[in-house]
Structure formats: structure tokens, C-alpha cells
């Protein structure tokens, strides 16, 4: 598991994920400007009671205040799927 990875699922564990899965895409995307950059592309799927109430849209910026930093430095592109405990 890449550096990267680990320091997401750490930020993350903020949010007491139930089910948490993040999967490296950035060998699918080599040559391209954010991974020459330095910033890799991440698919991550997360399960929370935090996200209860919240919009598609929230439940996003929920993830990215979280990230912080991240955001800016580690990641380039994030395609999230998050859901309540309810909704899996």
C-alpha cells in the first residue's frame, strides 16, 4: 500500500468510517499533468453515519475539508462514493 494511501485512510479515520477502501488508479493515468505533478488519482469508497442528512454534494465537501492538505498536495483527482450505513 502506497505512502499516500496510508496517509488518506489516517485523515479519513476522522469521519469513524465503517467500511473504508481506497484503490491507487494512478498507473492508469502515467503521462498525464497530475500524476508528473506528483499527485496521484484515487477511487475511494466510504461508509459513515456522519454522512446521514447530508447531499451527494456535502457528503464531498465533508471528505475534502477532511483531506485538507491533501487535496492540494497528494492528490490530484478523487472519485468518491460515499454512503450511510443505511443505503449499502
Known amino acids: 500500500m502506497s505512502a499516500t494511501v496510508e496517509l488518506l485512510r489516517s485523515a479519513l ?5 465503517e467500511h473504508l477502501d481506497i484503490q491507487d488508479d ?31 454534494v456535502h457528503r464531498h465537501r465533508l471528505i475534502y475539508e477532511t483531506l485538507g492538505d491533501l487535496m ?9 462514493r460515499a454512503f450511510t450505513p443505511e443505503e449499502i
Open 72 to 80: 492540494q498536495t497528494k492528490v490530484h483527482a478523487l472519485a468518491i
Open 13 to 17: 479515520q476522522a469521519l469513524t468510517p
Open 26 to 56: 494512478s498507473a492508469l493515468h502515467a503521462g498525464h499533468a497530475g500524476a508528473r505533478d506528483g499527485g496521484g488519482h484515487y477511487t475511494l469508497t466510504i461508509v459513515s453515519a456522519r454522512f446521514q442528512g447530508l447531499s451527494r
